[in-house]
């Protein structure tokens, strides 16, 4: 059988490739390894705006009592709550059923452990090798040790909006933001705790019917919010994604800051508080080269990891690093939460905007993205790595790093999903880079199917 979990949790179209019966399965097996030897295990149950949440909540919780465990469903509510509330309450796990950024037929099944950070392989292996075993070795409790449902939906949101707040000490009193909630997990946390601290606050996209989630806006789509920002005249906007543990940023005239840059003025404004460790920020190998030069500038060192927030905050963790994230918006503070936390991004971020004084703009010009170009070559999943062996290939990689003179630089990154590989160029001339790019993606795919 293929491994069930991604780098993000079991994901698949709701009810046709993540059914009811494999969240039940993933309650069960989950909650039994997960929590072994605990007397009465307790686990955190959290989800986001999707339709298909209910029926998959319902499913997993089944599984998750099934084995004696207690269910404690807080209901609509950002992944990152879901990480720190497992640790406030005490928690033995934490799930959140949730596809993130992804379109509304996903759904996606995530655990925590009971520190709040996400499984490791090994546990995640362990929980997909008792469903395949059947489930042998696990009983089923009868009479008064089955588990319970504990509904703790309205304190778990003011005890996660608490938090946030908590991780600034200063008020947002004169401060215009923008919010893009992304008809998602956002929605009431992220608007609740902008105007408790006294931001003048403008929301779109806060209104979820279950199946407009990341519908033409948040993260993935921030069109709309780059000209909010500008109409009402904001200082900032901030675009979340589904389950709010990722955060975009868009600046009074109206330009998306991206996690990149946000990584580059929080790593500055951290160094200078003597609250950056090591003086470090962890990237994946997909961040600007324009974030290293703006780093290094501050006399900040970047460390690289594989695609992925967990790789990132695996790095972290094992280096005692402090800030880290992606491109994409997932910025990990491990001072604040044990994973990507969109609300608490840009609470700092807006901090920062006002104790600098300076506009978000002002702020972000600290670094210049170089062009990055993208390009897809098709090919057999078991000719994945022909950049490597092919002489011709690796010749004609060689004339481009040449070319590109220390300026720019090649990526090749194989598809974990799909039979692609991706070639991305990143230099000073577009042009030139879209030239090279397409004709070393075309090579490659030559080369691989013939």
Do not use: W
Not at 63 to 73: D, F, K, P, R, Y
């Amino acid at each position: 059988m293929h491994r069930m979990f991604g780098t993000d949790g079991v994901r698949g179209i709701a009810n046709k490739e993540l059914t009811a019966e494999l969240a039940y399965k993933l309650g069960r097996s989950g909650a039994y390894v997960l929590t072994e030897g605990t007397h009465k295990p307790k686990i955190l149950v959290g989800m986001d705006t999707r339709i298909s949440g209910d029926m998959l909540e319902n499913a997993l919780v089944s599984g998750i009592l099934s084995v004696g465990a207690e269910a404690v469903c807080v209901g609509v509510i950002p992944t990152p709550a879901v990480a720190h509330l497992t640790r406030k309450y005490g928690a033995d796990a934490g799930v959140v059923i949730s596809a993130s950024h992804n379109p509304v037929e996903y759904n996606g099944i995530k655990f925590f452990n009971s520190q709040g950070y996400k499984l490791s392989d090994e546990l995640e292996d362990r929980i997909q090798s008792v469903i395949e075993n059947n489930f042998e070795g696990v009983s089923l409790p009868t009479g008064g040790e089955i588990g319970r449902r504990i509904e703790e939906s309205g304190e778990a949101v003011g005890d996660y909006v608490e938090f946030a707040k908590s991780t600034i000490d200063i008020d947002l009193k004169g401060l215009k933001v923008a919010l893009d909630c992304a008809n998602g997990a956002a929605y009431t946390t992220a608007v609740k705790a902008f105007k408790e601290l006294g931001a003048e606050v403008y929301v779109i996209n806060n209104d979820p019917d279950g199946i407009n989630i990341n519908k033409n806006c948040g993260s993935t789509h921030p069109e709309e919010l780059m000209d909010y920002v500008v109409k009402k005249g904001c200082d900032l906007g901030l675009a979340f994604d589904g389950d709010a543990d990722r955060c975009l940023a868009v600046d009074e005239k109206g330009n998306l800051i991206n996690g990149d840059f946000i990584m580059a003025i929080m790593g500055k404004y951290f160094k200078d508080q003597g609250k950056l460790d090591k003086d470090v920020v962890v990237v994946t190998v997909m961040s600007n080269l324009g974030l290293n030069i703006a780093l290094n500038k501050e006399n900040i060192g970047s460390v690289k990891t594989k695609v992925g927030d967990r790789y990132v905050l695996e790095e972290m963790v094992k280096e005692g690093y402090k800030l880290g994230g992606e491109q994409s918006g997932h910025i990990i503070m491990i001072d604040y939460n044990t994973t990507g936390d969109g609300l608490v991004t840009g609470l700092q971020l807006s901090t920062i905007v006002k104790k600098s004084g300076k506009t978000l703009s002002e702020l972000a010009s600290m670094m210049k993205e170089l062009p990055q170009i993208l390009a897809n070559a098709t090919v057999p999943n078991n000719k994945k790595n022909i950049h490597n062996e092919d002489e011709e290939i690796v010749t004609e990689i060689k004339k481009i790093e040449e070319k590109l003179n220390g300026c720019g630089r090649v990526l090749i990154r194989p598809s974990g999903t799909e039979p692609l590989v991706r070639v991305m160029l990143e230099g000073e001339v577009q042009s030139e880079l879209d030239e090279m790019a397409h004709r070393l993606a075309e090579l490659i795919e030559k080369k691989a199917n013939n």
